[in-house]
């Protein structure tokens, strides 16, 4: 795969549409355990607590993983651990993981995890989902939930009927799975289902986030992104919205190529002010300061910043003298 389109494999989008809709997932790929949940009281990303557990996971590998802490309906506390296998490819000790996972989290923490993981790869007959072995004196069956994203291809019409976000994520990721070899078809979906949004009459922030979403996994080379871009702009300028995150690569690749400097500043610092918010006159100046090179850099990297930490942080770690 080109380097183009590697983005397609990240994980970071799939982290941030749970984060962003996780009630909403429960209630769409593990319906049963998500009816034992009282979604009137929140529900707590544990990110520290299993970054503990996970800290010598593999390296290089793409996963999407989540501790949460939610609590029943009769009022106790539960804790689940929900992991996106996103590899393409199928893993032989992927259930031995998930049973670590889940040892490593009671054994830290005294707490069992009812564990859920969301398979996204292109192989029906992979169907991981429990761990055991036995012997005439010690036995184990550790079983957990999945989810085959590849089943709903046979559900096409009721994900087009659904109104839960999860039915826009699971289309985009199978669009964008039956299209690796036909990446004008990919562009034509991508359209669709960006559209669709609206024709929804979503709220703006849903829009906006499944919107993040649907760009990032259904990547597309330069050439057929602007002319997507070209032809959704068509679209959008009947509606009030306007939407950033193609635009954002577009408008930054046009003003490179121009090689203008305060062009490039002006951009970025206007993309960084649509991402995380009003920029304290300190990151501004500082920003200033930064090469040509560096303010590519910094406009690839903001792509991906959701708060103004993010930016404080990629420029400590760029800071010039």
């Known amino acids: 795969m080109s380097e183009e389109l590697s983005r397609a494999d990240n994980d970071s989008p799939w982290k941030e549409v749970l984060e962003a809709y996780f009630p909403q997932a429960m209630q769409f790929f593990f319906p049963q355990t998500a009816a034992l949940i009282n979604w009137q009281r929140p529900h707590e990303f544990l ?12 390296q290089g590998r793409r996963y999407a993983d989540k501790l949460v802490k939610v609590w029943q309906i009769q009022g106790e506390e539960i804790w689940l651990l929900i992991h996106v296998e996103i590899q393409a490819k199928p893993e032989d000790t992927f259930a031995a993981r998930m049973f670590s ?31 055991s072995y036995s012997y005439p004196d ?38 964008t799975q039956q299209t690796t070899k036909k990446l004008g078809e990919r562009k034509t979906w991508k359209f669709s289902l960006i559209r669709r949004l609206y024709e929804l009459g979503l709220p703006e ?8 979403f649907i760009d990032w996994v259904m990547i597309l080379p330069k050439g057929l992104e602007a002319e997507f871009w070209q032809e959704f702009k068509q679209f959008e300028q009947e509606r009030t919205m306007s939407y950033i995150t193609t635009g954002e690569r577009i408008g930054y690749e046009r003003g490179k190529e121009e090689g203008k400097q305060e062009q490039g500043q002006t951009l970025v610092l206007r993309q960084l002010q649509r991402r995380v918010g009003e920029l304290p006159q300190e990151a501004r100046e500082r920003i200033q300061t930064l090469s040509l090179e560096q303010l590519e850099a910094l406009g690839e990297a903001l792509l991906d910043f959701t708060a103004i930490e993010d930016l404080l942080n990629w420029l400590a770690a760029n800071q010039t003298v």
């Open 47 to 58: 990110d520290k607590e299993f970054q503990q557990i996970a800290r010598d996971a593999e």
């Open 101 to 131: 996972y889940s040892l490593r989290i009671f054994d830290r923490f005294a707490q069992p995890a009812i564990s859920l993981a969301i398979l996204c790869d292109a192989d029906f007959t992979w169907r991981p989902n429990q761990y």
């Open 138 to 175: 010690s036995s184990l069956d550790f079983k957990f939930g999945i989810v085959k994203l590849l089943d709903y291809q046979n559900r096409w019409t009721e994900l087009e009927k659904s109104d839960n976000p999860f039915a826009t994520v699971v289309m985009a990721h199978l669009k």
């Open 205 to 212: 922030t849903d829009i906006r986030n499944l919107y993040r």
